[in-house]
């Protein structure tokens, strides 16, 4: 599966940007989404998840200010990200995990190495 991030920018801190990624190559609605960010000097780090139930999971240092959302109808997913702080300057790159999810499972993926596709990354700049 191919993954096509696109959104990124340059906005003043307290602002807000709106990431898309769109998958295409596979079945999209029964698989785990996730975003990550790589600030400048650092490790990759997680970011969200959403699960193929619309249920979301996020970091400690996005919570109540970043949002995942997907919509199965295009094969897209999305992070709204408000209140954008200098600190979330990074490279923001979308993922998707290979295997197929259980209907039933409400598991949360979170490492880097439980996802098979990577977007290409899109630069995400906050001034302050």
């Known amino acids: 599966v191919q993954l096509q991030a696109s959104g990124g920018g340059l906005v003043q801190a307290g602002g807000s940007l709106r990431l898309s990624c769109e998958a295409s190559?596979?079945?999209?609605?029964?698989?785990?989404l996730g975003w990550f960010r790589q600030p400048p000097g650092k490790e990759r780090e997680f970011v969200a998840t959403i699960n193929r139930n619309g249920n979301t999971y996020y970091a400690d240092s996005v919570k109540g200010r970043f949002t995942i959302s997907r919509d199965n109808n295009k094969n897209t997913m999305y992070l709204q990200m408000n209140s954008l702080k200098p600190e979330d300057t990074a490279v923001y790159y979308c993922?998707?995990?290979?295997?197929?999810?259980?209907?039933?499972?409400?598991?949360?993926?979170?490492?880097?190495?439980?996802?098979?596709?990577w977007g290409q990354g899109t630069q995400v700049t906050v001034s302050s």
């Open positions: 190559g596979r079945t999209f609605s029964d698989k785990a």
């Open positions: 993922s998707l995990r290979g295997t197929r999810m259980v209907l039933t499972s409400n598991y949360y993926y979170t490492n880097r190495d439980d996802y098979s596709s």
